[in-house]
């Protein structure tokens, strides 16, 4: 009996442990996305300082300015299709996580 109810629990335990790592390698996956990003966004800053030095005109420091911000705003708009892809896989698998779990109460036909 002990060992029947003990294989109950872990059955009804499995879509929890399965919820908890689909939320784990989601938060995995956007971590390294954000640091890739910072680490993205730091060497472009570097590389701006770099080449603001070697302005010579107004017009070539403002031309500079404005690509920096472009490529900014093009590594921002990445990383948040990134992010909002690694949400979205990770909302599939707990809607089929759930589905599956209250199948497995449906009444069979």
């Given at each position: 009996m002990f060992?029947?109810?003990?294989k109950v629990l872990s059955q009804s335990m499995g879509p929890f442990k399965e919820l908890v790592n689909i939320q784990t390698k989601m938060l995995e996956?956007?971590?390294?996305?954000q640091m890739e990003c910072t680490k993205a966004c730091?060497?472009?800053?570097?590389?701006?300082?770099r080449q603001m030095q070697s302005c010579t005109s107004a017009?070539?420091?403002?031309?500079?300015?404005?690509?920096?911000?472009?490529?900014?705003?093009?590594m921002l708009r990445?990383?948040?299709?990134?992010?909002?892809?690694?949400?979205?896989?990770?909302?599939?698998?707990v809607e089929r996580l759930a589905g599956d779990a209250f199948d497995a109460f449906a009444p069979k036909r």
């Open positions: 060992q029947d109810m003990s996956e956007l971590t390294r996305q730091i060497d472009a800053t570097v590389a701006q300082t017009e070539e420091l403002i031309r500079s300015q404005q690509e920096y911000a472009e490529q900014l705003e093009e990445q990383a948040n299709d990134k992010n909002m892809k690694a949400l979205h896989e990770a909302r599939e698998s």
